[in-house]
């Protein structure tokens, strides 16, 4: 089994910043890739920023702010989130795929940004 964790959401005025972390644990092999997703109240959970190697994706709505980064000597997976505004508002999840495909997710952590 393998566990994901997230921590570091909270309660940040708007234009401030975060900082989440991810971290995997358990039995498997090697990561494959760990992204960011959130959802928002009433709405359905949406992909955030991607890191496959050395690559880097990101939703249109948060290129520029938002910044995700990966130490594999840790297994963790941290999103960095600058400028926020309210619609960032959202209960943020991590996603582990590992060794032959399996999905991992983490129980969310919430990141509330107030105008």
């Known amino acids: 089994q393998v566990q994901v964790v997230e921590s570091g959401g909270g309660l940040v005025q708007a234009g401030g910043s975060l900082r989440l972390s991810c971290a995997a644990s358990g039995s498997f092999f090697s990561i494959k890739h760990m992204d960011w997703y959130r959802q928002a109240p009433g709405k359905q959970r949406e992909l955030v920023a991607v890191?496959?190697?050395?690559?880097?994706n990101y939703a249109d709505s948060v290129k520029g702010r938002f910044t995700i980064s990966r130490d594999n000597a840790k297994n963790t997976v941290y999103l960095q989130m600058n400028s926020l505004k309210p619609d960032d508002t959202a209960v943020y999840y991590c996603n582990v795929v590992v060794d032959w495909g399996s999905a991992y997710w983490g129980q969310g952590t919430q990141v509330t940004v107030s105008s």
């Open positions: 890191t496959l190697g050395a690559n880097t």
